[in-house]
């Protein structure tokens, strides 16, 4: 079965300095890999993917992902944060069992970036 | 805005109650989706319809929940005899077959049973 795990529960970092998210994924196959962000009772915005090709990903927002297959993460960054980023982060994994490429989602990790 | 659409936000209801959820998704994604947030955890899938046909359920979908995609455009989410273990945000997403997968989702309804 496929899933991700995001370990910390929260991310503390001071506006300016650089940021890390962390997800570890568990697939049979090539992954697909998203990350997602939440902002207060607000949907989902989606802020890049990984299918395959470079290893450092870009996304939206000035974020980026770098995907390291035999550690098996896609951990998020961002080299300068704002206070702005604080909000809540998902790492997801498409799910390649079926035809539905249903997205399975970590747990979440709580940034919050202090000015 | 052209992006996925959900009403209502919000929804205030009594156990025992039915409800329905209703999602506009992107014009021209075929893919529909909905998943169920609970507060601190992440979204878990519930149902997937390829334009009108519902191809796969969750087991977490109770046969007191339904959804419908009629004519493969809106869908509808409905909660017979709501419970209290039912309040959630209810989140709808749209995608292309084609492509990279990545799914754009609405702002959610969030259900409160009472």
């Known amino acids: 079965a496929q899933s991700v795990a995001q370990p910390e529960d929260q991310v503390n970092v001071a506006e300016g300095n650089p940021l890390t998210v962390k997800c570890t994924y568990s697939?049979?196959?090539?992954?697909?890999l998203f990350w997602y962000v939440q902002y207060p009772n607000r949907g989902l915005q989606f802020l890049l993917k990984?299918?395959?090709?470079?290893?450092l990903v870009k996304g939206s927002y000035g974020f980026e992902a770098e995907f390291n297959k035999s550690q098996t993460s896609f951990h998020l960054k961002k080299p300068s944060a704002l206070v702005s980023d604080s909000a809540l982060y998902f790492c997801?994994?498409?799910?390649?069992?079926?035809?539905?490429?249903?997205?399975?989602f970590g747990s979440g990790t709580r940034l919050l970036v202090r000015p | 805005d052209t992006g996925v659409s959900q009403n209502p936000r919000h929804k205030i209801t009594k156990r025992g109650q039915n409800v329905t959820f209703r999602c506009d998704p992107i014009?021209?994604?075929?893919?529909l989706y909905w998943y169920r947030q609970t507060l601190g955890q992440g979204p878990e899938f519930l149902t997937y319809?390829?334009?009108?046909?519902?191809?796969?359920k969750s087991r977490l979908l109770s046969d007191r929940f339904s959804a419908e995609r009629p004519k493969g455009s809106f869908s509808t989410l409905e909660i017979q005899r709501t419970e209290q273990g039912d309040s959630a945000m209810y989140l709808c997403?749209?995608?292309?077959?084609?492509?990279?997968?990545?799914?754009?989702f609405g702002q959610g309804t969030r259900l409160t049973v009472v």
């Open positions: 997403a749209s995608s292309l077959v084609r492509g990279g997968g990545e799914a754009f």
């Open positions: 697939v049979s196959g090539n992954p697909y």
């Open positions: 990984y299918i395959t090709g470079d290893n």
């Open positions: 997801a994994v498409r799910d390649e069992a079926g035809s539905s490429y249903k997205l399975i």
């Open positions: 014009s021209e994604h075929n893919r």
């Open positions: 319809f390829q334009n009108e046909a519902q191809l796969e």
